[in-house]
Nanobody, 122 residues
């Protein structure tokens, strides 16, 4: 089992920044891919970014150039730095752990966090 706990969400003005963290515990050695997804009210959960254990990253087009995913394997923690935030970035952000590559679909992940709310005011 892998437990994931997100933190760092909140309310920010458009153009501002937030940094999300996802602390993993349990059988983390089995999770080679860590991802961030988000879900806005009335919409499906969508891929945001993912990173492999080796540091290979991939982003959704909507966040490319504004968001950066990173991981600290020693701390079993994944981060999502979000800059130049827009109102359309408002959503609940979820951290996920899995072993399937390329890791852009929800079905690629076995474990999910409880989510953290990000609200961007315009």
């Amino acid at each position: 089992q892998v437990q994931l706990v997100e933190s760092g969400g909140g309310l920010v003005q458009a153009g501002g920044s937030l940094r999300l963290s996802c602390a993993a515990s349990g059988r983390t050695f089995s999770s080679s891919v860590m991802g961030w997804f988000r879900q806005a009210p009335g919409k499906e959960r969508e891929f945001v970014a993912r990173i492999t254990r080796g540091g290979n990253t991939y982003y959704a087009d909507s966040v490319k150039g504004r968001f950066a995913i990173s991981r600290d394997n020693a701390k079993n923690t994944v981060y999502l730095q979000m800059d130049s935030l827009r109102s359309e970035d408002t959503a609940v952000y979820y951290c996920a752990a899995g072993n399937s590559f390329p890791g852009t679909r929800t079905g690629s992940y076995d474990y999910w966090g409880q989510g953290t709310q990000v609200t961007v005011s315009s």
